[in-house]
């Protein structure tokens, strides 16, 4: 059984910064792609950003050049720097693993719970 939680999440001013965190048990976390969604209120849960076991990312037009998505595999956590924040950015923001139909979309086989990203004024 593999589990994902996410940590990290929180209430920051616009321009701000958070890092978020998942940590993964349960299987070999290395050999996983990995992705971070998010769902605003009232919205579809969406791609936020990606990354393959060998290290390539992908990220949503959205967050280039303000997002960064990492991982380490010595300690099976991925993480999102998440930088000059916006109040569109604002959602419940999932960790996933294990893409079945390409890094972009919903079809991670494991979801995190979510953790809440709050960006105000």
């Known amino acids: 059984q593999v589990q994902l939680v996410e940590s990290g999440g929180g209430l920051v001013q616009a321009g701000g910064s958070l890092r978020l965190s998942c940590a993964v048990s349960g299987r070999t976390f290395s050999s996983y792609g990995m992705g971070w969604f998010r769902q605003a209120p009232g919205k579809e849960r969406e791609f936020v950003s990606a990354?393959?076991?060998?290290?390539?990312?992908y990220n949503a037009d959205s967050v280039k050049g303000r997002f960064t998505i990492s991982r380490d595999n010595t300690k099976n956590t991925m993480y999102l720097q998440m930088n000059s924040l916006k109040l569109e950015d604002t959602a419940v923001y999932y960790c996933?693993?294990?893409?079945?139909?390409?890094?972009?979309?919903?079809?991670?086989?494991?979801w995190g719970q979510g953790t809440q990203v709050t960006v105000s004024s």
């Open positions: 996933a693993a294990d893409p079945q139909r390409g890094y972009t979309t919903l079809s991670y086989r494991y």
């Open positions: 990354i393959t076991w060998t290290g390539n990312t």
